[in-house]
């Protein structure tokens, strides 16, 4: 009976946990094109961000068509940016609209 309880207690830890820390971008995956004054581009993967030559280890947090993506290092640590999803190759920011490049 204690094993059990242990297994169980220890499950829904790792859940909860897994949840702090998720590393999937989900429908963030890929390569964004940023137009308008300043294009750039922004490429998301599996725990991390890439834009402008400059990698970060991130943690996305995904509610309906929104997305926030924390930066868990380098400068901007514990900043969120928040996306919007629009379109499947759509998607809005404080700093514009993004297009789904790959």
């Known amino acids: ?12 830890l790792l859940l909860v946990l897994s949840a702090w820390t998720n590393s999937d971008p989900g429908p963030l995956a890929g390569t964004w094109q940023l137009q308008g004054m300043f294009p ?3 490429h998301f993967r599996d725990g991390q961000c890439e834009s402008m030559g400059l990698i ?17 290092n380098g400068p901007m640590k514990g900043l969120a940016a928040r996306y919007i ?9 404080d700093a ?4 789904r490049v790959e």
């Open 40 to 42: 750039m581009k922004i």
């Open 85 to 93: 999803m629009l379109t499947p190759t759509t998607m809005k920011t």
């Open 1 to 12: 009976m204690k094993i059990k309880s242990k297994l169980i207690f220890f499950s829904f």
């Open 56 to 72: 970060e280890k991130v943690s996305y947090e995904i509610n309906g068509n929104e997305i926030r993506v924390t930066s868990e």
């Open 96 to 99: 514009g609209t993004f297009w």
